[in-house]
């Protein structure tokens, strides 16, 4: 069963859906089931994925990882995400991007979350 906020990839065609509402069944492309893709929040290599939320003058800025993430043009972040409240943002990159994204909103819980297109997705909480 779907739940909301999962992010299902396709192996065959590379498709990838975030669940809006989630119910029974199972989430299919290409005839094959989608592999639900795990949220990393721990790094296990020198490459930098883990968002660093920081709250500035007029919103709030995400920069993938405590060092910057390479945005070349077999290796770069495809978006990050910034889950305030009851809200979801989104911003989408292509390579030669800076690693980040500013949003222009307050809020007090809040998490953000980025996709590495060799990586996978990886997240880290604040407030």
């Known amino acids: 069963m779907a739940k909301v906020k999962e992010?299902?990839?396709?192996?065959?065609?590379g498709n990838i859906?975030?669940?809006l509402h989630g119910s029974g069944?199972?989430?299919?492309?290409?005839?094959?089931p989608?592999?639900?893709?795990?949220?990393n929040t721990v790094e296990a290599s020198t490459?930098?994925?883990?968002?660093?939320?920081?709250?500035?003058?007029?919103?709030v800025l995400v920069k993938v990882g405590s060092i910057e993430h390479p945005m070349e043009e077999k290796h770069y972040i495809e978006?990050?995400?910034?889950?305030?409240?009851?809200k979801?943002?989104?911003r989408y990159l292509n390579p030669g991007d800076k690693p980040e994204a500013f949003f222009?909103?307050?809020?007090?819980?809040?998490?953000?979350?980025?996709?590495?297109?060799?990586h996978g997705l990886w997240k880290s909480i604040m407030g």
């Not at 069944?25 to 094959?32: A, F, I």
């Not at 989608?34 to 949220?39: C, F, P, R």
């Open 34 to 39: 989608m592999n639900l893709v795990t949220e």
């Open 88 to 90: 979801i943002y989104r």
């Open 47 to 59: 490459e930098k994925h883990i968002p660093v939320i920081e709250k500035v003058d007029g919103g």
């Open 7 to 13: 992010v299902y990839k396709c192996e065959i065609c």
């Open 79 to 86: 978006w990050i995400e910034l889950h305030v409240d009851d």
């Open 17 to 19: 859906v975030e669940v």
């Open 104 to 118: 222009p909103v307050q809020g007090e819980n809040m998490y953000a979350r980025e996709y590495c297109n060799l």
């Open 25 to 32: 069944g199972q989430l299919v492309c290409c005839g094959k």
